[in-house]
């Protein structure tokens, strides 16, 4: 079937207790509608959201598990944040980095009256120029949301700079992690973040369809959907308090009991191993092309921290004619173009090019990433007399 280095979009391989939750969940025939009856089958439902509830708030170090809410993913979430806490009127400050789950509900909102500032990056290194977030802060600012990482060039943002400014000018602080929970500690008490997004099909290597917002204290919110939610069912509008107002509707239960087996296994092997593997792939894929002269890299990679992103063009080739040789000579699976993150492809000049990405996962082998290695070796020399 080939190799799969499109980590940064979904995971491919899971951990076996996933699939084997879910089957059981299905095969069980004892789980109704959580918080929808008090017979024994919807309580058995409910308890099983509420194990994965308490397991993500030791997961993330959050106060309480009322404050998390269920969603399809970290899209679903950041609609639900940004929508939810921000009025006309409103001045939101974010980054250069970010991903059009942030973007388009931040367009959105500044269609409505709210105002937006970005906070720029190093056209080279791609580093964020934390000096520069002080100087965009309003009299009208009310938070600052932005990504943890960068999945176009894996840099990481440091979140303790930027929170430590929120926390100075009583700034809500919201962060994106698509694209580190799961691979990086994220400490919301620590590091003072309000709101935490995250998507369970990534770095947590759970199915896809789920994802949760996380509360570090309940805010006043106007939720995203309305509709079934088990209780005050005669009121009109539908209720405020936590975590109801965060879940309308029926929960992806498979989807939960999935994300709940693939959290119990992260933390039994420990993140920092599953980060330090990640990288040691990554780093490897590295050092085996970056003598290729003609080749551009983009991105930190002098950095302590990163994610296991390695993008990268060759020449003035369109990213997307590498993707396809790669995926239809070698069956290498990669992702080109712009990888839904505009913003950060304007700022490093290569809209028109795109890039390619290769991102990587503790699940990959040395001897796939050296074939990796070996396939790009072999269409730069291809391609080199036209490059020179």
Known sequence: MGIYFDYAATSLKKPQAVAQEISQLLLSETCGNPSRGAHDFSLNGYRKLYQAKERL???????SSAGIGYTMNATMALNMAIQG????????????YEHNSVLRPLYLKEKQGVELSFVPCDKVTGKIHYDEIEKLIQPNTKGIVCTH???VIGNVIDLRKISTICQKHDLLFIVDASQTAGSLPIDVQDLGIDVLCFTGHKSLYGPQGIGGICFKEALPFEP?????????????????????VLEAGTTNLLGIVGLD???KELMEQGLDKVHQKQM?????????????????????YEATCRTGIVSFNIGNLPSAEIADYLNETYEIAVRPGLHCAPLVHEAMG?????????SFSHYHTEEEVDQAIQAVQTIYEK???SLL
Do not use: C, W
């Open 261 to 263: 087996a693939s959290l």
């Open 383 to 385: 391609v080199e007399e």
């Open 85 to 96: 806490l921000f009025q006309p009127g409103d001045h939101v400050i974010t980054t250069n």
């Open 280 to 300: 040691a792939m990554a780093n490897r894929f590295y050092e085996g092309i970056k003598g290729l002269e003609k080749v551009t890299f983009y991105g930190d």
């Open 350 to 358: 290569t809209t028109h090019q795109g890039m390619v990405r290769f």
């Open 149 to 151: 990482a960068s999945n």
């Open 224 to 244: 995203l959907l309305v509709g079934g939610s088990g209780v005050h069912s005669q009121d009109k509008i539908h209720p405020h308090d936590y975590p109801t």
């Open 57 to 63: 708030k030791t997961f993330f170090n959050l106060p």
